[in-house]
C-alpha cells in the first residue's frame, strides 16, 4: 500500500527526504553514517557492474532503519528490528520486486553465507557479527534449501557482499541525489 499523501512523482523526493533527516545517524557502531554506508553499498554495486536494480537495491536496502516504529540501535541493543522486511513492503508499491526482494533478502543472505562458506563469519565487523546472532545466527540445513529455491536469492547474496564492503570511514562517493535517473526508470507507473 503506497504512503499517504506520497505519489509516485514525489516518492524519489521522499526518499531523499529521509536520507537527508536520518542518513547522519551513527550506523550500529560502523565508521559510517547510516547515508554514507547506503551510498557507499550502491558504489560497490556499480563497481561490480551490477544491472540498476541491484544497484538501487543497494542504495536501499536499510531504508528499513529509516521507517520501521523501532529504533536505529534496536539491533545494537539485541532486538531484532526486521528491517529487510519492512524496506522491502515499504518500497513494494513504488518499485519492482527486482529491487525489493534482494532487500527483503539480505539479512537471509547474511545468515546463509554464515552457514555455507566457512570463512564468510570472519570476514564480518563487529556490528554485523552481533546483528547476525540477534537475527537468528547461521541458518540451518532445511533454511538454506529455502533460501537456495527463493527467486533473486543470486541478487541478495551479491547485496550481502556490497552491504558487507559498504562500511569504509573517509570514502568519497556519490550522494543519493546523484541516483535519480536510475531511481525514476525503475518506478512503478
Do not use: W
Amino acid at each position: 500500500m503506497p504512503i499517504k499523501n506520497v505519489s509516485t512523482e514525489n516518492f524519489i523526493d521522499f526518499i531523499f527526504e529521509l536520507f537527508a533527516q536520518r542518513g547522519t545517524e551513527e550506523y550500529m557502531g560502523e565508521s559510517v553514517t547510516m547515508s554514507q554506508h547506503m551510498e557507499q553499498t550502491a558504489a560497490c554495486a556499480v563497481a561490480d557492474g551490477a544491472c540498476d536494480s541491484l544497484v538501487i537495491s543497494a542504495l536501499l536496502h536499510d531504508i528499513g532503519h529509516f521507517v520501521g516504529d523501532h529504533p536505529i540501535d534496536a539491533l545494537e541493543n539485541g532486538n531484532d528490528n526486521y528491517h529487510d522486511e519492512i524496506g522491502a513492503r515499504f518500497l513494494e508499491p513504488y518499485f519492482p520486486s527486482s529491487v525489493t526482494e534482494p532487500i527483503r533478502l539480505h539479512v537471509a543472505a547474511k545468515r546463509y553465507l554464515c552457514a555455507t562458506h566457512s570463512d564468510y563469519l570472519g570476514h564480518l565487523s563487529a556490528a554485523s557479527v552481533n546483528s547476525l546472532n540477534v537475527q537468528g545466527g547461521p541458518m540451518n540445513a532445511e533454511e538454506v534449501e529455502q533460501f537456495e529455491n527463493k527467486a533473486l536469492n543470486q541478487d541478495a547474496l551479491r547485496l550481502r557482499l556490497y552491504d558487507d564492503d559498504g562500511k569504509v570511514a573517509g570514502l568519497t562517493i556519490k550522494p543519493v541525489t546523484d541516483y535519480r535517473p536510475m531511481l525514476e526508470s525503475l518506478l512503478l507507473h
